[in-house]
């Protein structure tokens, strides 16, 4: 069925075609209309009367299947005002992240769930746990081999063994990244402008001249959501009533943000 949309295997729903998101839609009401006359029919008598009646959904198996996206659907839509309901119980959301284009309910259940600004006494606390930090060879953090650290775990003898690690969150890394990184970009705003002015940095500075396109991007989106969270630490941090200090920019270099 999805292939018929013109989805890819394993490709999120949002980024089909606009074409394609209509007619799942199209496919859902169809399906509202076709159980409304056939709640209590025999399946052999629907089947005939699916093939009978012209529409996008052509037999059985499809009404089964739309039948199941429709619970889905359902389900996700419940899921997704439960959270909002729970995110607004949090200070943080009407004092600062409502207004955050490109950040909903649910990113904003992701940030509250994950981050703790009362032990992160610094800005770089976060930038570290969410894998955005410097690692000692100069580069962005990540999990190429010399970027591993020594992990200690319990082996299933029930003694204790090391093993190597990463230092970061994966899970919040990838959804700052990946889904609010991209909505960022697509939606505009400050963070938006902070990415275009960073990347044109970048292009325009002959030290990064080799560097290619792919490269100049994933780095601008990195110093785009690293001052997002400088901003989150910021207001975390005043809300909950606890000191400010500066990070390295500022207080040794003498840098501001926008600067």
């Not at 209509?22 to 859902?28: A, N, S």
Request: hydrophobic share 40%.
């Amino acid at each position: 069925m999805s292939v018929r949309l013109g989805q890819a295997p394993g490709q999120p729903t949002e980024d089909i075609s606009e074409e394609g998101k209509q007619l799942l839609k199209e496919m859902r009401d169809e399906y509202c209309l076709i159980t409304d006359g056939l709640t209590t029919a025999k399946a052999r008598k629907k089947a005939k009367e699916l093939e009978a009646k012209p529409g996008i959904i052509s037999d059985a198996f499809e009404f089964e299947l739309v039948g199941y996206y429709d619970v889905m659907c359902s389900e996700e839509d419940s899921l997704a005002a439960g959270i909002k309901k729970l995110v607004e119980f949090f200070p943080i959301w009407d004092g600062f992240l409502l207004d955050v284009r490109g950040c909903g309910p649910a990113m904003a259940a992701v940030i509250i769930s994950e981050l703790d600004a009362a032990k992160a006494r610094h800005v770089s606390s976060f930038w570290k746990y969410a894998g955005l930090d410097v690692a000692e060879d100069g580069l962005g953090r990540s999990r190429r081999a010399e970027h591993l650290i020594d992990v200690e775990y319990t082996n299933r003898k029930g003694e204790f063994a090391t093993r190597k690690g990463i230092t970061f969150n994966p899970f919040l890394k990838t959804k700052l990244i990946g889904v609010l990184g991209t909505s960022f970009l697509r939606l505009g705003g400050e963070y938006r402008l902070i990415y275009d002015g960073y990347k044109h940095r970048l292009e325009t500075n002959p030290a990064y001249a080799d560097l290619s396109k792919g490269h100049r991007h994933n780095m601008a989106i990195r110093y785009m959501i690293k001052i997002f969270l400088k901003d989150l630490w910021l207001a975390m941090r005043t809300l909950e009533g606890l000191p400010i200090t500066q990070d390295y920019a500022e207080a040794k270099l003498g840098l501001k943000h926008g600067a």
